[in-house]
């Protein structure tokens, strides 16, 4: 069993050597910034700042925003933080999602990984996000993930597009030999106030970057944005609307060969042996190759078209180890019963004594339950797909990734070249929900381009090796108790989860070298660290050893705890008599931050009024990604089955950079969790999954999605993400409006495993 206090120590151990090696062996590479990765591919006449700017002498302004466009809307958001400083349109830049780099490290994806929940700012939860903000600078990896993207580049981008409007301003002033403070800037000039006169951006351009950035710049007051806090055009729409060849599936290169890849369909299993005559006796097939890979054991294909490459791979005949995955469902569901029912567990955060109070309540006030979800994938709508080409000792890579840092490193492995050799190409991703920060489909691109005498070659993945493979959403089994006192308010609740490790399983995929071990907080994620105020309160993790390879998907464990946690509170309003929102308001009464969207959504769903004869609303919350959300859905019983009529969300990020596309984000969260909700899940039969294409994996059609309303608050302390926290409270809401509607209490995912839906 580990504790809260062993996490703490070793946490804050590594947070501590990362300190004290920035103390001890240099405080100075700690504070240095990374070098410029822009000043690489500079064009004629144009310079940059900062990683973040170039300007060129003909006025053209390029704004690197350096995190994944899966669809989110980042691009826009991101280029729009350099914007405001800078005192230019968005219609006036260029943006770019620049090259890979550690200039453009996340700091906030590890700062929010310290386990303690959001609203916890103490001393030692402060502490310890510092120290992971240490080791981030130290890391050095670029990804785009847990809905950090504003988050970490609210200040810096802001401070990057300030910084060079000030050397901007500085070399005005000497060329107009006034002082700089009697200087203004806007779309994209420098103007005098006493001569009139103005130079534009571009003209100053050369001279400005020469000088030495300003030690110090003031950040624009919030009353002053002109571009932040407004709707903006997103940036990236119109080239998707009219087809531009713009994501990965559409990279086209001379010269270039096409491939696939059959890997082996059991977890973890080996290849015994292959037999490719017949697929090198079809016409345009170059090779067939064995792969071996920490990420799968099979063939690649090379051929001279996609098509071709497909059919070729159906025709070899392979011979599978069956791997030490699980065979069936039921062997997945004992080896989480186990697990549960163990004694190996952690806790992150316990208060009072609950074990105390369980062993003095009568029964008949202990309320026990146990919830499970599946297995799920991303299914991202742009197949798994990358281009590699090795060529002279240089590799490149064309890959749709949520982090060119692991790109490159997989590179470097697969093909030896140093990672100065290494370029990394990031394209539009057609959707990622966490599947594109594998770098599983560059790896298999890179083994392909090295057979192929230096052309290079598109990788394209089926759909089927895609829903075949993984990684997945963990499945997860939980176990909830509680003891409610006369009021029928809980005098203590304490959790258990089981689930397999997402830590454990990518960290062996990106570092097979690296031993991975210890607690992993995101098992825990949507239970322990919620704001209910319960006076004695546990819950615990138990990592559950099954070689079936799980990732981050949306919302990561957020997704499926929320739905036990917050179909757990139900069932204590229900037990205890209480409405399910007057029961929150009462566990939340320190929270002001969460009773205010509890009471946002209630005002919009008309919570305290009945529905119409066969309809019924079910309530959710949860604090995910520093956003606070509360749901509400309404659902309707038809001579279909039940159908998802209305969503109703009240969401508090702190700050609103953009409402238009915030909201979007929330709807499409949504929508997502809803999808899962409904029907989704990856089950196993004689060892390999029984799904295999959007006709046994579908999601919400457009005739099943709700009416969705959002409306946002900006009380949260904290700034909070976009992509992932509509998604959680969406199942509890659903399930919760289930049991209003039939009395029909569901502890498990998906629902149509027991109703019907319209």
């Known amino acids: ?185 806007a779309e994209g000039f420098v103007s005098d106030r006493q001569s009139g006169k103005r130079i534009a951006y571009g003209a100053l351009a050369l001279d400005a970057a020469k000088l030495d950035p300003p030690s110090e710049v003031t950040l624009r007051d919030r009353s002053q944005w002109k571009i932040l806090g407004k709707p903006q055009p997103r940036r990236d729409m119109l080239r998707k609307v009219t087809g531009a060849p713009i994501f990965g599936i559409d990279v086209s290169l001379p010269d270039m060969l096409y491939g696939t890849v059959r890997m082996n369909p059991r977890p973890g299993g080996r290849m015994k042996s292959f037999d490719a005559k017949a697929a090198l006796a079809m016409a345009g097939v170059h090779k067939v190759i064995e792969i071996d890979s920490p990420y799968g054991h099979g063939i690649g294909i090379i051929a001279d078209n996609t098509w071709r490459a497909f059919k070729a791979a159906e025709s070899v005949e392979i011979e599978w180890e069956r791997g030490p995955g699980p065979e069936s469902s039921a062997d997945v569901d004992a080896s989480l019963a186990v697990a549960l029912n163990g004694a190996d567990f952690f806790t992150l955060r316990t208060i009072g004594d609950p074990d105390v109070v369980f062993a003095d309540a009568p029964r008949e006030r202990v309320l026990e339950a146990t919830y499970q979800v599946p297995f799920l994938s991303h299914t991202a709508m742009e197949p798994m797909n990358a281009t590699a080409r090795i060529h002279d000792g240089a590799v490149d890579v064309w890959a749709p990734n949520q982090s060119p840092s692991l790109v490159k490193i997989v590179a470097s492995r697969v093909t030896g070249a140093p990672e100065d050799r290494i370029a990394v190409h990031t394209t539009f991703l057609g959707g990622g929900f966490g599947r594109r920060i594998e770098p599983d489909f560059s790896d298999y691109a890179l083994r392909l381009a090295k057979e192929a005498d230096g052309r290079p070659v598109k990788v394209t993945w089926t759909r089927e090796e895609d829903i075949g493979h993984g990684p997945y959403r963990p499945a997860a089994m939980g176990r909830y108790k ?73 919302s990561v464990g957020f997704s499926y705890n929320t739905f036990m946690h917050e179909s757990f509170v139900d069932e204590i309003a229900h037990a205890g008599g209480a409405d399910p929102l007057e029961l929150r308001r009462k566990l939340m009464r320190d929270y002001p931050v969460a009773l205010s969207v509890l009471e946002k959504v209630a005002s919009m769903s008309s919570w305290g009024t009945a529905p119409e004869p066969g309809k019924a609303r079910g309530l959710a919350f949860a604090l995910s ?134």
């Open 1 to 185: 069993m580990s504790s809260v206090g062993k996490i703490t120590r070793r946490t804050l151990l590594v947070g501590a050597a990362a300190v004290a090696g920035g103390v001890a062996f240099g405080y100075y590479q700690y504070k240095n910034p990374y070098s410029n990765p822009l000043l690489d591919g500079l064009g004629k006449d144009e310079v940059t700042f900062n990683p973040y700017v170039k300007i060129g002498t003909n006025d053209r302004i390029s704004i690197i925003a350096p995190r994944a466009e899966m669809g989110q809307g980042v691009y826009t958001t991101l280029a729009a933080l350099v914007a405001e400083e800078l005192d230019v349109t968005l219609d006036r830049v260029e943006i770019e999602h620049g090259p890979a780099s550690p200039a453009y490290f996340n700091e906030a994806a590890f700062r929010e990984g310290a386990p303690f929940p959001q609203f916890d700012d103490g001393f030692l939860a402060e502490s310890l996000r510092d120290a992971m903000g240490v080791v981030a600078k130290f890391a050095g990896l670029q990804l785009t993930g847990g809905s950090t993207s504003m988050a970490d580049g609210f200040e810096k981008m802001r401070l990057a597009g300030a910084t060079a409007r000030e050397m901007l301003k500085t070399a005005a002033a000497a060329r107009l030999a006034v002082p700089r403070e009697s200087l203004t800037t």
């Open 482 to 554: 509680a003891v409610l006192d006369s009021d029928g308010l809980p005098k203590a609740l304490v959790g258990s989860i089981a689930a397999p490790s997402v830590v454990a399983s990518t960290l062996g995929r990106y570092f097979p070298d690296l031993p991975s071990g210890g607690p992993d907080s995101t098992l825990l994620d949507g239970a322990y660290n919620q704001p209910y105020g319960v006076a004695n309160y546990r819950v615990d993790g138990r990592k559950v050893d099954m070689a079936v390879p799980v990732g981050f998907w949306r």
């Open 625 to 758: 990604f520093g956003t606070w959300v509360a749901q509400v859905i309404e659902i309707a019983e038809t001579s279909g089955g039940i159908r998802i009529e209305r969503v109703w969300c009240a969401a508090d990020p702190g700050i609103v950079l953009d409402p238009l596309n915030f909201k979007a984000q929330m709807m499409s969260g949504i929508v997502f969790g809803l999808s899962a909700a409904v029907g989704q899940q990856i089950t196993f039969a004689d060892g390999v999954v029984e799904q295999s294409n959007f006709h046994d994996y579908d999601a919400l059609r457009m005739n099943q999605c709700p009416v969705i309303e959002v409306e946002l608050l900006e009380n949260a302390p904290r700034l909070g993400g976009a992509g992932e926290p509509g998604t959680p409270p969406s199942m509890p809401a659903l399930g919760n409006a289930i049991f209003a509607l039939t009395g029909k209490r569901l502890r498990r995912l998906p629902f149509s495993e027991e109703v019907m839906f319209a």
